[in-house]
């Protein structure tokens, strides 16, 4: 096989920061799938072809067929699916119901998917919170706790997690990261709960009458894609090769080899022939947000294959050993790059770790180190914008309701540096 060089990164490196810098920079060109597309293609062909020159066109083949592919029909699943479910209604806007609230999506987050919790539930928030006064900390635990922390049980909960299940984690491995999910989940509603109930104090007395005066009941339409969602988690829980190994022969016919994606396609199509027109329209539903993740992740996945090849050959001399290197690596670099390929990337350098007998493996490396690049995946998704792809939906949600938001920095500087990270250490301390 020939060498990957350290300059065949380049394409990868460019597309991250591309992805992380552009929204801020030039917010109205990017905006434009068009642009991203072409973008992309500028970015991801060349190094298509240079990889098929160097003989590693097996590679890129490999990581759009098998890993892509599967990546982003369960994305599209999960998408068409929460899409079709709308909760709208308004009642007090006590801390009680707000707790409750991010709680409830903190638990739908692993099986709905981060993305589709946090679009069911931030309209219905906003809604509820309308008459309050404070109501910016009330998102910014939502972006932490629905939009990334919640989705940490499941390989449906965020995507770098079914990244990981791809390569060999089983679906029911991701609860033994139950711990960890509750410890943080909890530390996070307590110190919510909290912040809530001193600024409710404050809020005018004329607010608080016309929010128990301008109450609505809670109605929810398009229930029978709560159906649709518990087909796609069983499609993915039973149909992967643990419970048909055939499906993982080389040689099986195609249909076999992509039968949980044929399924997910099914699922999708009877989710929006079931689905009322009036609820996707009150979700205001769009094709535009799958779309830029599907060019996205195409030029991801194609410019990341020599990074992960480099990562591997490499991955001894990079000095990464124990758990907090790789919960902290992972965490920094989800924290401004894509958290799905970050996540692949470490995953990557710990295959590359010598074998160490007489411990858990999972998924081809050290079960410890597969649990550290989990949780620093999801968890530090949280820390900026830009970590995790529903942050921005939120904050742009949030911005059109009357929101004022704070800006990139001031959500590092009011919130994550302070709230965030020194929960994300004390789990560290606690579990590794």
């Not at 990017?30 to 500028?42: A, C």
């Not at 066109?57 to 599209?76: A, K, S, T």
């Not at 820390?383 to 904050?395: R, S």
Request: net charge negative.
């Amino acid at each position: 096989m020939q060498q990957v060089e350290l300059w065949m990164l380049l394409p990868f490196v460019v597309m991250l920061l591309t992805i992380a810098i552009a929204p801020l920079v030039a917010e109205h060109w990017w905006e434009n799938n068009r642009n991203k597309l072409i973008f992309t293609l500028i970015v991801s062909v060349p190094t298509a072809i240079l990889l098929v020159a160097k003989g590693l066109g097996h590679n890129v083949e490999h990581q759009l067929l098998f890993d892509y592919i599967p990546f982003i029909i369960l994305l599209l699943a999960l998408f068409v699916v929460t899409g079709g479910i709308n909760i709208r209604g308004d009642i007090a806007a006590t801390p009680a119901v707000n707790t409750f609230l991010l709680f409830g999506g903190w638990l739908l987050a692993s099986f709905m998917g981060t993305t589709g919790a946090a679009m069911l539930m931030i309209r219905p928030l906003l809604q509820i919170n309308q008459q309050r006064k404070h109501r910016v900390h009330t998102v910014l635990f939502f972006i932490a706790l629905v939009a990334n922390c919640g989705g940490l049980l499941t390989p449906l909960g965020d995507p770098p997690l079914f990244l990981l299940y791809l390569r060999g984690a089983s679906f029911e491995w991701f609860f033994t990261l139950l711990p960890q999910w509750a410890f943080v989940g909890f530390v996070l509603l307590t110190i919510y709960v909290l912040w809530d109930k001193y600024y409710f104090a404050q809020e005018p007395a004329e607010l608080r009458k016309r929010d128990v005066e301008e109450q609505e009941p809670i109605h929810v339409t398009g229930s029978i894609n709560f159906i649709w969602l518990a087909c796609v988690v069983g499609a993915v829980v039973f149909l992967n090769p643990s419970h048909i190994p055939a499906m993982a022969d080389h040689d099986a016919p195609i249909y076999l080899r992509f039968l949980r994606e044929i399924v997910l396609l099914v699922i999708i199509f009877v989710s929006l022939k079931t689905t009322s027109a009036e609820a996707r329209k009150a979700n205001h539903f769009s094709w535009e947000p799958i779309a830029e993740v599907a060019i996205l992740f195409v030029g991801i996945f194609t410019t990341m294959t020599p990074a992960l090849l480099y990562l591997n050959v490499h991955a001894p001399s990079m000095g990464l050993s124990e758990p907090w290197h790789f919960y902290y690596l992972t965490g920094a670099l989800s924290s401004f790059l894509d958290n799905a390929p970050t996540a692949v990337a470490f995953h990557t350098v710990a295959t590359g770790l010598p074998v160490v007998e007489g411990i858990p493996y999972v998924a081809g490396i050290p079960e410890v180190l597969l649990k550290a690049i989990s949780l620093g995946a999801v968890f530090f998704g949280a820390m900026t914008y830009i970590g995790n792809g529903p942050n921005f939906m939120v904050k742009a949600i949030a911005e059109s309701e009357g929101v004022k938001m704070p800006s990139f920095f001031g959500y590092m500087v009011k919130f994550s540096l302070v709230v965030l990270l020194p929960v994300y250490i004390m789990a560290q301390l606690l579990f590794f």
